[in-house]
């Protein structure tokens, strides 16, 4: 029997956030790997539809209903589409706890992954973010540990030249980790265990950014207030990767990316660098492409030259 609405309002220490758009399957896949986990009335799911458009929001209350999860799980309807931080948002706003777990709906969290968390973050006070272990189904690892980007990491990428990035390691962007580690740039936030203080001391996601950029952004902002970052292998989730956006398919295949990409990439380096700081990234990247492209070899997709320079203040839904 599910709980009413009011119950819900009081402090939990653990609030699960799923954020959907139009992926209702892949929801419903991620809500019942958490069944078991999830103990009300300490910890709650809350479904955040992004304003999907269609009928995404009805399927996954329907199932929530006819699966008994309605005591840990529920759905919050954004009324805009405003993206992957301002929907997040939406979730956090909307349930008081000490603990908040951004989790993706193309995600599958395996048995005792929750637990872990929690005590991992139980026993390591001074950790105040928590990034698991990212895999494929088949318990291939990913990476989900990495650090800052910078201007010259711009180079590195452009160019795909093993010389450069061994030249310059500090910015070769991903760093794979096996082992727990305490003290790191930035995780994933396909699932991120964020603690109530960091909220409360550098506020929500930047909603500048609609998708990408977001997850490296607020991790650089809480590390630059002093909070710590670190890695739990124990703990072991599947992301299946690319739910609800195009831009990893796109950039497998050296397609365009939507201009959302780069419309987040420039606010992520304006924010940090200013708008100097911005070129700078960019001529960097191009004399990577020039470097790449000498060598066959240029990570740049197609019109990345173009797009790199996009302003901030283009809509997030733009393509052209």
């Known amino acids: 029997m599910s709980e009413s609405p009011s119950s819900w309002k009081e402090p939990i220490k653990l609030a699960v956030i799923v954020l959907n758009y139009r992926t209702p399957a892949m929801v419903v896949d991620c809500l019942e790997s958490l069944e078991g986990q999830i103990t009300p009335p300490e910890q709650r799911v809350v479904v955040v539809d992004n304003h999907s458009g269609d009928d995404s929001a009805d399927r996954i209350e329907a199932e929530i209903g006819r699966r008994g999860w309605g005591d840990w799980a529920r759905v919050e309807r954004s009324p805009v589409n405003g993206g992957f931080a301002a929907g997040n948002n939406v979730g956090i706003r909307s349930i008081d706890a000490g ?146 956006s195009p831009v990893k398919e796109a950039t497998r295949q050296k397609k365009r990316r939507p201009l959302y990409f780069s419309n987040a990439r420039s606010h992520y380096f304006r924010s940090f660098y200013g708008l100097p700081g911005h070129i700078v990234a960019n001529l960097f990247w191009m004399i990577g492409y020039l470097i790449g492209s000498l060598r066959g070899r240029s990570g740049a997709v197609q019109k990345e030259w173009r797009d790199i320079w996009v302003s901030p203040r283009h809509s997030m839904g733009d393509q052209a």
């Open 99 to 244: 603990v908040y777990l951004l989790l993706n709906s193309d995600t599958i969290v395996r048995k005792g992954a929750i637990e872990t968390i929690i005590q991992t973050l139980d026993q390591h006070p001074e950790v105040h973010m928590l990034g698991p272990q990212l895999e494929w189904m088949d318990g291939k690892h990913q990476i989900s540990t990495f650090r800052y980007r910078t201007p010259i990491t711009e180079l590195l990428y452009a160019s795909s030249l093993g010389l450069l990035a061994r030249l310059f390691p500090r910015h070769v962007v991903a760093r794979e980790l096996h082992e727990w580690t305490v003290g790191i740039d930035w995780v994933s936030f396909a699932c991120i265990a964020i603690r109530r203080e960091v909220i409360e001391k550098i506020g929500l996601l930047d909603e500048g950014y609609f998708m990408y950029f977001e997850d490296m952004a607020y991790c650089r902002k809480a590390t630059g207030s002093g909070f710590t970052i670190a890695y739990q292998p124990e703990a072991h989730v599947v992301h299946l990767r690319g739910g609800s």
